[in-house]
Each structure stands twice: as C-alpha cells, then as structure tokens.
C-alpha cells in the first residue's frame, strides 16, 4: 500500500505482476481494500475509466485498479474464452500479490459482470459489492439485446473510425456537453495505436455470436445466491445497460439496493464524478458500520 503525500498519478500508482501472465493495475491509498473493475471498449483502462475517482478512494481505503486481460498493459487471453472465469482468475492472482484477503469490489460493466462472477465464486473474498450499470447481470427484459450502445460500439470495431467512436461516446453519456474533443482525443489515441483494437473487436464478436451461447449457468441466474451487501447504480439515461436492466438484480440480491443518477449515462464514475463518489462512499461506510457491529455483537 502507499500513502497520499501527494496526488496519485498513473506513473507513481502503476504496478505489474509477471507470474505467470503480465496483469498490470494501479494501487494507492491505505485501509480496507477497494477493487475497481473497469468497462470494455477501445481505448480503456483501469485508469481510463478511475483514474480520476483514484484521489477521493485512496484518502480512505487501500485502492487497486487492474487492467482485465485484453485491455490496457496486461495480458491479451486467447479467444475464444469463458471471459468472466478468466478475468477473475486473473484478479484473484492480483489481490494475492497485494496481500489482500477481502476488499470491497466496484465494477462497471463489464467490470460489473466480472465483479459478479468474483463475489459468486469467491465469496469470502468480498466484502460488500457495488455494481455500476453492470453486464450480464439481467436478461433482456425491455428491449432485445443488443442494446443501442453496444450496436454503436461493434460499429466501430468492424470499421474503427475517429466518426464511429466518438458517435459510440455519445451514446456512453446523459449530458453531451461532457464529451469534449480532449476526452475524444484520449480514446482515439490509445484505440487507433497499434493493435488497440484487436482484442475489443475479437470479444465482441465472440460475445455477440449467435450460435457460440456461454457455458455454464448465466450469473443473472445465480444471483440469488449474492449475500454480500450489494449496491446498484445506473445512469437514468443509460444506452448500454439501460435502468430496466437493475429490475432483475434488484429482485434477486438478497441485500441488494439501488440508486439511479439523474441526467447521466453509462460513465456515471466520470459524469457524475462528485455525486457517485459520495453514493459510493456513504455505501461503505454504512456497510462496515453494520459489519463492525455484528462482529462486536
């Protein structure tokens, strides 16, 4: 762990773990563990999505951002794959080399959907859980699948323009004065360098085969099985994972809630940097207040 002497930045937070596959993550702060779990799509990053909420969580809690196989400067898997078993796996590797045994775990969707499947098969290692607009958590209820924003992301994997992804950020955000040339800019470096697309483009045709369904028990079907404290926020504008999808995991998590963030879309950890800090943050106290006095009981 590392204190706050000063802002972190990417250079100062960044680690790698080399044994046995290169999983790259960010980790600042000092306390009880916080894991952020990132998105998909062309250029992202666990910094990329977080880096900008890292500062707020590292004056409280031991914080780590890895980059999920296939993205940012870790390690690319073979596709096809189960994708969630993967990625857990290799977050797991993660936590051991930082020595820590149980922490809170935030994903936002894809990161969500992994987060999910972390908490079902390791459930001792999570400590409470806050899904961001997650993946994989619901069926399609309102509308079939898949939704508007992932129709515009494949866009721009089968044709990677500089116009097709900044048409994809749109649909990412509620306000659109949010989505400036610099962070367009950003997105389009790290997507059009060198093999930056290749892997989104390859794990999203793998995920949107028609005929190729996922092994094993969707995780929608198991959440009955979550006790973890759970929080669930979505953007009320979301054209991703649209506000509907939080009816199914509302349902079935046992110690499930939700808060929906007005006038905002999928990036809620970005457009309403301020607003879901404090959600988030009021979340965990609240959860390790009730879980300090259960164990002084």
Same mark, same amino acid.
């Not at 990417?10 to 680690?15: G, K, N």
């Not at 515009?152 to 994997?157: D, N, R, S, Y």
């Not at 794990?203 to 079907?221: H, K, L, N, Q, S």
């Not at 809630?257 to 301020?274: I, S, T």
């Given at each position: 762990m590392t204190?706050?002497a ?10 790698v ?14 306390g009880d ?7 998909s ?15 707020? /969580?590292?004056?409280r809690y ?6 999920l196989?296939? /993205?940012g400067a ?9 994708? /969630? ?28 959907g ?21 993946g ?13 924003? =992932? ?7 089968e ?26 800019e ?32 969707? =995780?929608?079907?198991r959440?009955?099985? =979550? ?25 079935? =998590? ?28 009021? /979340? ?14």
């Open positions: 204190t706050l000063e802002e972190p930045t990417r250079e100062s937070t960044s680690r773990l080399n044994d046995p596959r290169p999983m790259h993550y960010h980790r600042a702060g000092a563990g916080l894991l952020l779990l990132h998105g799509g062309p250029g992202v990053s666990g910094w990329a999505n977080f880096g900008g909420n890292l500062a707020t /969580f590292a004056a031991d914080v780590l951002i890895p980059d196989p296939g /993205f870790s390690y690319r898997p073979d596709l096809p794959t189960p994708y /969630f078993a993967v990625a857990v796996e290799a977050v797991v590797r993660v936590l051991d080399a930082a020595g820590l045994d149980k922490v809170a775990v935030l994903g936002n969707s894809l990161g969500g992994v987060a999910t499947q972390l908490t079902l098969d390791h459930p001792d290692r999570v400590s409470s859980l806050v899904l961001m607009g997650p994989g958590v619901s069926p399609a209820l309102l509308q079939p699948l898949p939704t508007e924003g =992932i129709k515009l992301l494949i866009a721009f994997c044709d990677p323009t500089r116009e097709r992804l900044t048409t994809w950020m749109r649909s990412m955000v509620g306000n659109q004065s949010f989505l400036t040339d610099e962070l367009v950003q997105r389009w470096a790290a997507a059009s360098a060198p093999g930056g697309v290749d892997f989104i483009r390859d794990f999203m045709r793998m995920a949107m085969a028609p005929d190729e369904p996922a092994p094993g028990t969707p =995780i929608w079907a959440l009955h099985e =979550i006790a973890a404290p759970t929080l669930l926020t979505y953007g009320r504008d979301d054209r991703v994972t649209p506000l509907e999808g939080a009816l199914h995991p509302l349902r079935n =998590i046992r110690n499930a809630e939700l808060h929906v963030f007005p006038h905002c879309g999928h990036w809620a950890m970005q457009e309403r940097k301020n607003a879901f800090e404090r959600v988030v943050l009021d /979340f965990l106290d609240r959860v390790s207040t009730t879980l300090n006095g259960d164990r002084n009981a």
